[in-house]
């Protein structure tokens, strides 16, 4: 009988963490005389990679877990979120193709055909953002340009940067952790955002693929699965990057969630230059006086 994988991982400082194909999973501190020390050498598993995935995303998180803003959804914090959410996607087919490129050259085609896959798959994601501004009646194309949100280019930067590593395979683990907590993201998530919108509106396409009801499951999926037949080393480092990349993304987007509507209304109106305009949904006939202190103009 085959014995059952354990991985593990050290993630920072003195922080690994450990998972069995069973299932367990555990935050482990290096002690004396440690089992954990050395990095790990064996065959990974589904069953513990994911693991150690999701608990580098859960350790990135717990850092600002006391303080994680979860603001009612508004139109300008959602047209905000449509303008990262273009940021995140606009370069990512051609990060990845790059990447892919240098595994190519350094003799690792599953590697090349993986990143070329997922390259496929992410293309025109960026084109779904801006429909769904276009669909809010916002200029798009004017906005994205001149706006690339503070808590997002932190982000965009580490992909940008992990892409052109001499050895890019951290661009998987960035790429999980976009993925899998966009994966999180249920119908009823989607529907809190459609309620504040105008009916009849479809400004929901990107949100929609980039959640449990999208191609992100299976993309996590295939990830998963993928990423579990590498070599130790590189298991490794793609845990790494997943939680370097879940510490940045939750100070980027809890810096996002924290603004203000009269803020990001600020922010969105320097972009494009004029009074932001935008099609109203039910919330803002329910609260005109809320929509009078935000001094949208009206349509
Ligand atoms: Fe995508
Ligand atoms: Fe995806």
Redesign the pocket.
């Known amino acids: 009988m085959s014995q059952m994988v354990t991985e593990w991982v050290n993630v920072a400082g003195d922080i690994s963490i450990i998972a069995r194909e069973s299932g367990e999973v555990w935050f482990h501190t290096k002690q004396e005389n440690d089992p954990f020390a050395a990095p790990m050498t064996g065959a990974g598993a589904e069953g513990s990679t994911i693991r150690l995935l999701d608990g580098a995303i859960n350790l990135g998180f717990a850092a600002i877990e006391q303080h994680l803003a979860q603001p009612a959804p508004t139109i300008p914090a959602y047209i905000l979120a449509l303008v990262g959410a273009y940021h995140?996607?606009v370069d990512?087919p051609r990060n990845l193709r790059r990447a892919a490129k240098r595994f190519e050259d350094l003799g690792r085609p599953e590697v090349a055909a993986y990143l070329e896959e997922r390259a496929r798959?992410?293309t025109g994601?960026d084109r779904?953002a801006l429909k769904d501004l276009k669909a809010l009646g916002v200029p798009g194309e004017r906005l994205v340009a001149n706006l690339m949100p503070e808590g997002i280019a932190p982000l965009c930067k580490r992909f940008d940067d992990l892409c052109v590593e001499d050895y890019p395979i951290g661009s998987i683990g960035y790429s999980y952790c976009?993925?899998r907590i966009?994966a999180l993201k249920q119908e009823s998530d989607i529907e809190k955002v459609q309620a504040i919108c105008p009916e009849g509106v479809d400004a929901f396409r990107?949100l929609r693929?980039?959640s449990a009801l999208g191609?992100?499951v299976s993309?996590v999926e295939e990830t998963i699965k993928f990423v579990a037949s590498l070599p130790a080393n590189d298991r490794i480092s793609i845990v790494r990057a997943t939680y370097e990349s879940a510490l940045i993304m939750a100070q980027g987007y809890n810096h996002e969630l924290l603004k203000s509507d009269a803020e990001i209304i600020d922010e969105i109106e320097r972009a494009i230059g004029e009074p932001l305009t935008y099609r109203r949904g039910p919330s803002h006939l329910r609260d005109e006086k809320a929509a009078a202190q935000s001094a949208v103009p009206a349509e």
Do not use: I, K, R, V
Request: aromatic share 6%; glycine share 0%; net charge negative.
């Open positions: 995140t996607s990512t798959e992410e994601h779904l976009l993925e966009a990107f693929s980039h191609s992100e993309h």
